[in-house]
Structure formats: C-alpha cells, structure tokens
T-cell receptor, first 110, second 112 residues
Framework: GDSVTQMEGPVTLSEEAFLTINCTYT??????LFWYVQYPGEGLQLLLK?????DKGSNKGFEATYRKETTSFHLEKGSVQVSDSAVYFC?????????FGKGTRLSVIA | DSGVTQTPKHLITATGQRVTLRCSPR?????VYWYQQSLDQGLQFLIQ???????AKGNILERFSAQQFPDLHSELNLSSLELGDSALYFC???????????FGPGTRLTVT
C-alpha cells in the first residue's frame, strides 16, 4: 500500500535559519502530495499541496516540489520564525485515503 | 478555523464504557474521515464515509464503529474501552473522494 517516510525529529533551528524536512513516498497511480502542520493543542491544517509531477506547492513562505523521479516532496522555508514551531506531516493520496508520515517536530528558538 | 466541528472537546471515561464522538463536516463536503492520534502509533486512519456510505477502512478495531447520517454529520462509537484507547480522535472532511482533507480540532479521550 501507499506509504510515506519523513525525516525524524525533533529539528531545532535558530530564527531565520533555512529549513528542509525530507519526505519520500511510495504510491500507485498518480498520487497527490500534501504537507500538513499541527500547532500545539490544535488539529492538522493543510499547509500546501501538489497534484502532479513538477508542481510546486507554496504557502506562508513554505515550498515543496513534487519530484516523481525521486518520489520526494521535501518541505523548505528560507527563513523560519518562532511561530513556525509545530509538527509537520507529509501525506500522500493515491488509491487510498491520505497516508501520513510520522511527523517531524520543529522547534525554532529566538 | 477549518469549518469542521467536533464534540466533545474532552472526554474522560472508565474502562469498559462506551462513548460517541460527533463530527460535522464543512458545508458541502461529502466525505468524512476518522483518525486516531497517539504518541506511540502516530496518526492512524480509521474509516471513511462518502455521502452516507462506508468508502474505506483502515486500522479500525472491531470495538469501534462509525456512521454518516443523511445530514452528513458522522459519529464514531467506541465501546468496551481500554486504557490503550486513550488518544486524540480527529475527524476530517473533503469535497469528494481523495481530495484534500480539512481537519477538526479533535476530541481528546482519556480512559481511566
């Protein structure tokens, strides 16, 4: 079945540092790819998505590019803020409902 | 605010009991999904309903059941509760089948 592997955390960065969270997937067909974010005490929020190869999803300074050749969807942000501290989940939607990675906890310190 | 509502926000109950969690999807969304989030298991997909019909099943225990009503709200029933059922239970909804999902704030279940 579909699966997602994302880098384990926690990841701790200083404010204004560059962020990369790696995500690779396996899925049949032509899956859509998503990044969700979960702030402390809240539900998951859709951060960005890409529905076909080479698409770039972007939102709030975060970006991820759908790379079919490497089956990857890495999340990047050029300059993180303390308010970005949260858990980030990569997800794939192929022939099944969303399959999530285990999540990566990001802590940004001032 | 995603537009998905869940009640109750918190639930504390004893082992062996039965509880019902409720979810109202975003206006216009036909699909409802239930997830369990725990520290050791991560985010686990339980079940999906689409326009009143069961569409997909994940790691849902036989002690758990769900349904989606004609007004599209959904309920997740958990019975014969065990300590290990303590978790956050999320509901999500989507327009169709396989499109992006919008999550509710969750119900935190504590079984004592």
């Amino acid at each position: 079945g579909d699966s997602v592997t994302q880098m384990e955390g926690p990841v701790t960065l200083s404010e204004e540092a560059f962020l990369t969270i790696n995500c690779t997937y396996t899925a049949t067909g032509y899956p859509s790819l998503f990044w969700y974010v979960q702030y402390p005490g809240e539900g998951l929020q859709l951060l960005l998505k890409a529905t076909k190869a080479d698409d770039k999803g972007s939102n709030k300074g975060f970006e991820a590019t759908y790379r079919k050749e490497t089956t990857s969807f890495h999340l990047e942000k050029g300059s993180v803020q303390v308010s970005d501290s949260a858990v980030y989940f990569c997800a794939v939607s192929g022939n099944t409902p969303l399959v999530f990675g285990k999540g990566t906890r990001l802590s940004v310190i001032a | 605010d995603s537009g998905v509502t869940q009640t109750p926000k918190h639930l504390i109950t004893a082992t062996g009991q039965r509880v019902t969690l409720r979810c109202s999807p975003r206006s216009g969304d036909l699909s409802v999904y239930w997830y369990q989030q725990s520290l050791d298991q991560g985010l686990q997909f339980l079940i999906q309903y689409y326009n009143g019909e069961e569409r997909a099943k994940g790691n849902i225990l036989e002690r758990f059941s769900a349904q989606q009503f004609p007004d599209l709200h959904s309920e997740l029933n958990l019975s014969s509760l065990e300590l290990g059922d303590s978790a956050l239970y999320f509901c999500a909804s989507s327009r169709g089948d396989g499109t992006e999902q919008y999550f509710g704030p969750g119900t935190r279940l504590t079984v004592t």
